[in-house]
């Protein structure tokens, strides 16, 4: 079991910033590939971003890349995503994952946080 709790959700205006966190407890985070989605109202849950086990590779949707960036600190037990050009459309709860195998496009995530709500205003 993983256990994961994330933090830095708010309420933001359109262009701002936003850094999201993820802490992890339970097995051995370094063995994980970790990953986080977002859920609108009405929607479904969509993929965000992934991160390898080491943080060698990183994976982004067409919809945040170049505007989200994803990093993991092993030390500490962290994945966090650093998230700027927020639009309006990215407002949901943002949920951290961590992936049971190595992550590919399209895999779901095998253990989840809570959720922390991310609000951008226009």
């Known amino acids: 079991q993983v256990q994961l709790v994330e933090s830095g959700g708010g309420l933001v205006q359109a262009g701002g910033s936003l850094r999201l966190s993820c802490a992890a407890s339970g097995r051995t985070f370094s063995n994980y590939d970790m990953g986080w989605f977002r859920q609108a109202p009405g929607k479904e849950r969509e993929f965000v971003a992934a991160?390898?086990?080491?943080?060698?590779?990183?994976y982004y949707a067409d919809s945040v890349n170049g505007r989200f960036t994803m990093s993991r600190d092993n030390a500490k037990n962290t994945v966090t995503v650093q998230m700027n050009s927020l639009r309006p459309e990215d407002t949901a709860v943002y949920y951290c994952?961590?992936?049971?195998?190595?992550?590919?496009?399209?895999?779901?995530?095998?253990?989840w946080g809570q959720g922390t709500q991310v609000t951008v205003s226009s």
């Open positions: 991160i390898s086990w080491s943080g060698g590779r990183t």
């Open positions: 994952a961590a992936f049971s195998g190595r992550y590919y496009y399209g895999k779901d995530g095998t253990y």
